[in-house]
């Protein structure tokens, strides 16, 4: 008697152990971007979780997320900031040197030429 509970305890323990080992090889199956669904029996796409986010398996998705531009935002601000301060530079550059050629005025008394003795008059 002890000997037919054990062989039922172990014939149990055995179908509910291929039972999981069922469900597992069945999820198995998906692939990366689906899930195993136990309603319908068999794989589901992942993207329906964005219509559906309260769909049970959803959470053994695997998030991908969705590509972000934050690179092309830092370039596009650098490359702003950096014409920017070139063009300053070069109004600077402009500027400084439309001072210098302004300040140079010309000569107003003529330059005495003076004689001495290699010059001689």
């Given at each position: 008697?002890?000997?037919?509970?054990?062989?039922?305890?172990?014939g149990?323990?055995?179908?509910?152990?291929a039972?999981?080992?069922?469900v597992?090889?069945?999820?198995?199956?998906?692939?990366s971007?689906?899930?195993?669904?136990?309603?319908i029996?068999?794989c589901?796409?992942?993207?329906?979780?964005k219509q559906?986010?309260?769909?049970?398996?959803c959470?053994t998705?695997?998030v991908?997320k969705e590509?972000?531009?934050?690179?092309?935002?830092?370039?596009?601000s650098?490359?702003?900031v950096?014409?920017?301060?070139l063009?300053?530079?070069?109004?600077?550059?402009?500027?400084?040197?439309?001072?210098?050629?302004?300040?140079k005025?010309?000569l107003?008394?003529p330059?005495?030429e003076?004689?001495?003795p290699?010059?001689?008059?």
């Amino acid at each position: 008697m002890a000997s037919n509970i054990i062989c039922a305890l172990c014939g149990l323990i055995i179908a509910t152990v291929a039972n999981l080992n069922g469900v597992n090889g069945q999820q198995n199956l998906c692939s990366s971007s689906e899930f195993w669904s136990s309603d319908i029996d068999q794989c589901v796409s992942c993207s329906s979780c964005k219509q559906y986010p309260k769909t049970p398996s959803c959470n053994t998705c695997t998030v991908t997320k969705e590509r972000s531009d934050v690179w092309r935002l830092a370039a596009i601000s650098s490359f702003s900031v950096l014409a920017v301060i070139l063009v300053a530079a070069v109004l600077i550059i402009g500027v400084m040197v439309h001072r210098r050629k302004a300040q140079k005025r010309p000569l107003r008394e003529p330059i005495e030429e003076t004689t001495g003795p290699l010059y001689q008059a």
